[in-house]
């Protein structure tokens, strides 16, 4: 798996070095930093920009262009053993899954789960998250339902963004909690609302239809993290 730009691929040589195949570099870089890499287990090759625009598609990649293995998804049974969870419904913008894959760790999410997917994009989102994919358990099921199933069965209280729900911030949440992230253009689903325990809402100061997804999810896990 190719992943370029210098932010991830700076994140996965100092946190998984070991799973990095190939570095290219299609730059200049500092003396002593070059010197680090040559001295690391890493196949470091120079390539000129040319080459480096078509590796990456003509993509945004810095000089910084990197072969590494796949981050594996986890099994949901796995996923639903743990306290903190998020479940992106149908979101398919693969800069908003990266962005609140990248909150997410950050916030201390234990684990997200991406459904109404076939498969995950992972080279693009590598690239949003700024690898941390990497570190963040993530598993993959096409059928949102089965995953609210799994997780009720493992003790979760499920929480889903809808516009009329209680104001996250008068709130208290389980221990054990899983927030729900509706799709970019239609939310939630109205049979996933149904299915759960309690809506939570961002409330707005002014008159404005609603936030980004990623950003509204970067607030509600906030405000749901442990105190």
């Not at 930093?33 to 990649?61: F, V």
């Not at 998250?129 to 059928?143: C, K, Q, R, W, Y």
């Not at 970067?218 to 993290?225: K, P, S, V």
Request: aromatic share 6%; net charge neutral.
């Amino acid at each position: 798996m190719l992943i370029y730009g210098k932010q991830p691929v700076q994140y996965v040589l100092h946190h998984h070095a070991s799973s990095v195949k190939t570095l290219f570099l299609a730059k200049e870089i500092d003396k002593k930093e070059y010197a680090r890499l040559m001295r690391m287990d890493i196949e470091l090759k120079r390539i000129p920009p040319e080459a480096a625009q078509k590796l990456s598609r003509n993509g945004n990649h810095q000089g910084f262009l990197a072969e590494v293995a796949e981050p594996q998804a986890r099994q949901i049974r796995e996923i639903a053993q743990m306290p903190f969870v998020v479940v992106l419904c149908g979101i398919t913008d693969v800069g908003n899954i990266g962005a609140l894959m990248r909150s997410a760790y950050a916030l201390g999410v234990d684990g997200v789960v991406v459904t109404g997917l076939k498969s995950l994009p992972l080279e693009p989102v590598m690239r949003s998250s700024t690898g941390v994919l990497m570190d963040l358990p993530f598993a993959i099921e096409h059928n949102l339902y089965d995953v609210m199933t799994e997780l009720k069965n493992g003790g979760h209280t499920l929480y889903g963004a809808v516009m009329d729900g209680e104001d996250v911030r008068s709130m208290r949440f389980e221990p054990k909690r899983a927030l729900l992230l509706g799709s970019e253009g239609e939310g939630l689903s109205a049979r996933a609302v149904r299915r759960l325990d309690r809506g939570v809402t961002i409330r707005m100061e002014h008159d404005f239809d609603s936030l980004n997804v990623s950003a509204a999810g970067a607030i509600l896990i906030d405000r749901m993290r442990d105190e």
